[in-house]
């Protein structure tokens, strides 16, 4: 079994929320993101146990990882959102949606089965995904091999589809940034749990037309336990979002749609 993660988590962060004037503090969230290289330095030994330079060329890999490591991470964020008041996307009798606690329905088996739970990203999404926005030809590796002239060697990174960071995913949904920032430290005290990149989209400075006016905190990580590490899929890395309700509630299906018109606009 894996190691457990040693790095310091003691960093403590301001949890308040919106002032006044509209506008997010600069303190506690915005400075989660620094805080967290400084409390994982890229030569720390929470980094150093992992072999960065082994990377996933196969696609079909790294879905068949993520099929794996999914239910390993549902049941990661429903522990995390039972500690710090988060709520999933819920369909009620009427078949209207709506967030619901986790508080409220964990231990009700009907009502569980009614949370949308993040599903996989397509197979197809994903190539979309890797040609749009990385460039990557891994799909053409056989032909490269086979085909490309004598002496010349392939595009470094052309094939790299680990860059994929979120073929599996969930999202955590809160109230307010206090009970999200509460959930940051749950997973950060999660021994666990690796952190290797935070993409701070609440923080002012974020220029959120890259995005279409969408906000969230998107977590990637490892989860190293008893479960992941027995099916090999400790060394994947899969994607949290937390997000705040206001934004979540035009994460809906028209919203979707505008977005996927945006990002096929943008070339992404």
Known sequence: MCDSVEASRHAS???????????WPKSGLFSFSQSMHQDFPRGSSAFSRVDFS???TSLDQL???ATGLDPILRAKVQEWALGSQGHFRYTD???NQDFILWQDVWEDPDKIERIRFAKL???GRA??????????????SVYFALCRPSGTRACPGREDVSRLLDVCRQSIVF????????????IQADPEVTIVRVKNRLDPSYNSYASAGYRDLALNMRICNEHSSH???DAHVCEVQLLLKEVARIKNEDGHKRYIHFRNMRGQ
Do not use: P, W
């Open 121 to 123: 990203k397509t197979v």
């Open 63 to 65: 879905c068949a990882q």
């Open 231 to 233: 099916i090999a899929v």
């Open 54 to 56: 082994s990377k996933i």
């Open 93 to 95: 009798d009427h078949g």
């Open 127 to 140: 190539v979309e995904k890797l040609m749009r926005s990385y460039r990557c030809l891994f799909h053409f």
């Open 13 to 23: 962060h301001d949890g308040s929320s919106r002032g006044r004037n509209g506008r």
């Open 175 to 186: 109230e307010n940034v206090k009970d999200l920032i509460a959930c940051v430290h749950l």
